[in-house]
């Protein structure tokens, strides 16, 4: 059974996502480029688009495409989220709760830069289970290594904010369809990073009718770099308290929250 089920961790990379984008810049040398793929690279939805996540890569545009809806993420007012519907008709655009990333910050390299996975936040809003999962594919169909998909997040129906992680670990990947041939070779050159609702190991995915909000998506450093978080983290943390700790005496407009929101965007390069 490749089900794992999501740990209730909201909210919680506030400090963390800072952290990983610190650590990528300083030790993989990633200059926090938009022009791939990074560790610790984050979407936030926090500038009010969808950060080129698309229901579609060509073909018919969904009747019910993803939105960003101000103050619906973990963080509560303040914080946006993509909401990603499917109609869960039999066939046509839609139909299946699928969204796709062929940006180049999401494209390239992912063993390069020492990205095995994803972890972000959810919550399922509408009332069926979701088995969540991530997909590569080579930058055309079925190019280098075929279509690879990672086993599945449950995500329970009306699940409340959750923080789940998908691996992308070349030996985790299950093959997407029947032309899956070397995850390896797809991971070196990702032309497309997808997250659907898949019951079977799959790149198409299931009809459904479900609605799921998705917010602070990030590209996980491999183990190597895990160690080091910790210690990035609690520097973060640091200059957030001592930060907080100057501003006292005189206004308390700012939510410190949001503060340490917006850090991750600047390092980490995200548009
Ligand atoms: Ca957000």
Do not use: C
């Not at 303040?78 to 839609?94: E, H, M, N």
Request: hydrophobic fraction near 50%; glycine fraction near 12%; charge should be negative.
């Amino acid at each position: 059974m490749d089900v794992r089920r999501a740990r209730a961790l909201p909210n919680h990379r506030v400090a963390r996502g800072a952290a990983v984008g610190v650590l990528a810049i300083a030790l993989l040398g990633v200059p926090g480029s938009a022009s791939a793929i990074a560790a610790g690279q984050l979407d936030d939805f926090q500038d009010g688009t969808t950060q080129d996540w698309v229901d579609a890569l060509g073909g018919a545009i969904s009747p019910v495409p993803p939105v960003v809806l101000a103050d619906a993420g973990p963080g509560g007012v303040g914080d946006f989220a993509l909401r990603l519907t499917s109609t869960g008709a039999v066939i046509g655009a839609g139909s299946k709760l699928v969204v796709n990333n062929v940006d180049p910050r999401w494209q390239g390299d992912y063993l390069a830069a020492g990205v095995d996975g994803l972890m972000l936040d959810v919550r399922n809003v509408g009332a069926s289970d979701l088995l969540l999962r991530v997909a590569v594919d080579g930058p055309a169909v079925g190019a280098t290594g075929g279509r690879w998909v990672s086993p599945a997040a449950l995500i329970p129906a009306q699940s409340g904010w959750q923080t789940v992680t998908l691996s992308l670990a070349p030996e985790e990947l299950l093959p997407g369809d029947f032309a899956a041939t070397d995850a390896e070779a797809t991971l070196a050159n990702v032309g497309v990073l997808r997250l659907l609702h898949a019951s079977a190991a799959g790149w198409v995915g299931d009809s459904i009718a479900a609605q799921l909000l998705i917010d602070d998506i990030e590209a996980l450093p491999e183990p190597r770099l895990a160690a080091t978080l910790v210690i990035g983290s609690l520097f973060i943390r640091l200059l957030g308290s001592a930060r907080r700790r100057r501003r006292q005496p005189s206004a308390r407009g700012g939510t410190p929250a949001r503060e340490a929101r917006a850090t991750p965007v600047a390092i980490g390069g995200a548009s």
